[in-house]
């Protein structure tokens, strides 16, 4: 099993700035990729970020692209999301996931292993 612990969210005022943390432990793979989805109440959970852990591949939703950056720490098997020019439309529970396998992929059922989620909060 993989356990993904996320922290880092919390109230922010628009304009600001948070960054989010997804420490990894328990079983390990050869490749793998590790992504960043959002939920609000009553909708669809929905991709923003997702990196590839050999390569630092990423890939970002058009609707944080440019305002937001994944990276990762591999000596600390944690993976970043940095949001910056946060908007209240960014309000959300956030969650990291992760899927075996080298590929960029932004399918929420492609992924196997989820964190319990981190709220982010936009004041305007």
């Known amino acids: 099993q993989v356990q993904l612990v996320e922290s880092g969210g919390g109230l922010v005022q628009a304009g600001g700035s948070l960054r989010l943390s997804c420490a990894a432990s328990?079983?390990?793979?050869?490749?793998?990729?590790m992504g960043w989805f959002r939920q609000t109440p009553g909708n669809e959970r929905e991709f923003v970020a997702v990196i590839t852990w050999s390569g630092g591949s990423t890939y970002y939703a058009d609707s944080v692209k440019g305002r937001f950056t994944i990276s990762r720490d591999n000596a600390k098997n944690t993976v970043y999301l940095q949001m910056n020019s946060l908007r209240p439309e960014d309000t959300a529970v956030y969650y990291c996931a992760l899927r075996p396998g080298p590929s960029i992929v932004t399918a929420k059922s492609q992924y196997y292993f989820w964190g319990q989620g981190t709220q982010v909060t936009v004041s305007s």
């Open positions: 328990g079983r390990t793979f050869m490749s793998y990729a």
